[in-house]
């Protein structure tokens, strides 16, 4: 007696489901693939690509308050494209970047100062770190033509 089995054709039915089964998980990884690259197209932001996003004009001069109890000091910005430089009374000279409404500034003088925040208009907002008075929360408002002349 001979114990090899003899391949019989499978109906075809069943290779109908076989390839349901190979081919359904392929078209459900095709069709995510398109709609995370559709996306990114779109929506950049979502995946923190900030893709064509012109950076906000923060140009001018800034009220800037820190959680430490430094509060008033004032911060004039200039501004090329995504790059920033200035001064902040009493601290010395600052320079940064914006990337879209994204905001990293650091004094120049000791390079261990820095701040990073979101801007919204004229406001500011974000959290700082130096070796001096630790980290914490800051913001800057901006000061209008009227509150510079009041100065």
Same mark, same amino acid.
């Given at each position: ?74 911060? /004039?910005?200039?501004?090329? #494209?995504? *790059?920033?430089?200035?001064?902040? !009374? $009493? %601290?010395?000279?600052?320079?940064? +970047? ?13 390079? /261990?100062?820095?701040?990073? #925040?979101? *801007?919204?208009?004229?406001?500011? !907002? $974000? %959290?700082?770190?130096?070796?001096? +008075? ?18």
């Amino acid at each position: 007696m001979n114990n090899t089995a003899k391949a019989v054709p499978a109906a075809s039915g069943s290779t109908k489901i076989r390839n349901r089964r190979t081919v359904l998980p392929l078209l459900a990884a095709a069709v995510l693939l398109v709609a995370c690259l559709l996306a990114i197209v779109i929506k950049p932001q979502i995946f923190g690509f900030a893709a064509d996003v012109p950076p906000v004009n923060l140009a001018g001069r800034w009220s800037v308050s820190t959680a430490a109890g430094q509060n008033g000091r004032v911060m /004039t910005l200039a501004q090329n #494209g995504e *790059a920033l430089e200035g001064e902040v !009374e $009493g %601290a010395g000279a600052v320079a940064g +970047e914006v990337k879209g409404n994204r905001v990293k500034l650091w004094l120049q003088a000791d390079n /261990t100062t820095m701040g990073s #925040g979101t *801007a919204h208009g004229d406001l500011i !907002e $974000g %959290a700082y770190s130096c070796t001096e +008075e630790g980290a914490g929360k800051w913001q800057a408002t901006r000061l209008r033509e009227q509150d510079q002349a009041a100065e």
